[in-house]
């Protein structure tokens, strides 16, 4: 028992009369490498050698800044989309402040299906959560927090698709830049 315990801990995944690297193949690799350039950390995973704690280290060290420079990026190019069609709303209708707002508020409406209203669908389908565990894991995910109460793709009982952990660290490192924009209107509102 110890010895099934101790390798579930290091990412192999028990089925039936099978085992499988599950969490450590390219899908699983890539998740945990977002979750921690990202800094969400569930704890779910974690390197277990010496070697693979000071690559983690390296790794952490260049890829924490440059995901920040890549978030800061994605986040300009949303903000960039969004003021370049309120310019084009105000020549084509003439409105002034009206397009602003308007485009403001179809860009935090549209954020809101994609990153935290529509993902709770695909979570209940792919995870067997509720909707409600789906919306708290994708804002738990999105601020950083990652408590690991909830991680994706963990459920030995079912099967996952090769794409969904892939789609999902788009969809972390996409949603995180939408929130931080958000959040810095709501800190811009607070000042």
């Given amino acids: 028992l110890q010895g099934i315990i101790q390798a579930y801990k290091s990412g192999i995944t ?10 450590w193949d390219f899908s699983g690799s890539f998740f945990f490498s977002i979750s921690a350039i990202t800094t969400i950390g569930y704890g779910n995973l974690s390197p277990s ?24 990026e994605i986040g300009q190019l949303m903000l960039l989309g969004v003021q370049h069609c309120a310019r084009r709303l105000e020549e084509l209708f003439h409105w002034k402040n009206k397009a602003s707002f308007l485009m403001k508020t179809c860009a935090l409406v549209t954020g809101l299906l994609l990153f ?7 979570f209940s389908d792919k995870e067997g959560w509720s909707y409600e565990e789906g919306f708290y ?6 601020s950083t927090i990652g408590f690991g109460d909830y991680v ?8 996952y698709p090769s794409w969904y952990k892939n789609v999902i660290s788009l969809w972390i490192l996409f949603g995180m ?6 959040i810095k209107f709501c800190i811009n509102i607070l000042e």
Avoid: E, H, K
């Fill in 152 to 159: 994706i793709g963990m459920n030995p009982d079912r099967t």
């Fill in 116 to 122: 935290l209203l529509l993902p709770p669908l695909l």
């Fill in 14 to 23: 028990l089925q039936g009369n099978t085992t499988s690297l599950g969490r």
């Fill in 137 to 142: 894991y994708s804002f738990i995910t999105l």
């Fill in 177 to 182: 830049a939408w929130l931080a924009l958000v």
């Fill in 49 to 72: 050698t010496a070697v693979g704690r000071i690559f983690c280290i390296v790794f952490a060290l260049f890829g924490i800044p440059l995901n920040l420079v890549l978030l800061n």
